[in-house]
């Protein structure tokens, strides 16, 4: 079987990594669309346009299930992306709202980027159960990842900045609502001691258990839309190894 990945950039890649390590012999076809990062700030018009470009070109590749590992495109595209593709799509909202549903007492904070929190995705998904919700936007915890300082003085200063409000308030369980985010997850758990944090990309390979089988020769194949800066830096550090990138600078934008 082939599954398809999509992100913004490369955050999407500890989604990669979590069904990799779930399903070691499935074949998996990557395509961060870097040239148009973030999509954070885009309206949502443009982000459905986008991930309709990016679901094109995964498709393309004959892939069996597509996973909308951008948060962003999973807040505004999922239901688009259902109705026009002919295979099964996961985002990565659902999945994290169910596993935090699943450990929660009844106090959860969601962290994400701007437009995530903005779109309210994960605080109407949980507020239909009946818990509290705590939304907090951490702007800078993507540069920071993007940038490798995942551990130290830096990024504990940062997380203190951002968390404490969530802190004080007595969340018991965190969502990371951004796929950078497992990369700071050891910083986050330590300031957050006691805390319950789900790891979305976990919670989106264990929603794969359904749909997919572990058949197949194990090949990743990443694709990505502009050679960015750190690129290679970056897959490795996700990855845990090298991983030779494809660029698709023309191929995916239909204007």
Sequence with gaps: ????????????????????????????????????????????????????????FLV???????????????SYALDTLSRELFIPVVGVV?????????????????????????????????KRYGVDVFAKACPLFVPLVEEGLVEGDIAERIVELYLKELKD??????????????????VIERFMEGTKVVDSSEAVARELDNLVTDTGEGRTELYFTDRSQNLER??????????????????????
């Design 169 to 186: 308030v007595g969340v018991d369980t965190l969502i990371l609502g951004c796929t950078h985010y497992p990369l700071l997850k050891g």
């Design 234 to 255: 970056l897959i490795e550090l996700i990855l845990g190894k090298a991983v030779l990138p494809n660029i698709v600078s023309e191929g995916i934008h239909k204007g």
């Design 94 to 126: 659902s999945p994290g709202v169910k596993t935090a549903l699943s450990m929660t007492s009844g106090r959860v904070g969601v962290i994400g980027t701007s437009a995530t929190i903005r779109s309210g995705s994960y605080q109407k998904a949980l």
């Design 1 to 56: 079987m082939r599954v398809g990945i999509f992100d913004s950039g490369v955050g999407g890649l500890t989604v990669l990594r979590s069904i990799r390590e779930r399903f070691p012999s499935l074949d998996i076809v990557y395509l961060g669309d870097t040239a148009r990062v973030p999509y954070g700030n885009r309206s949502p018009d443009t982000v459905i346009r986008y991930s309709l470009e990016c679901a094109g």
């Design 60 to 74: 393309e590749k004959e892939i069996d299930v597509l996973v909308v590992a951008c948060n962003t495109a999973s």
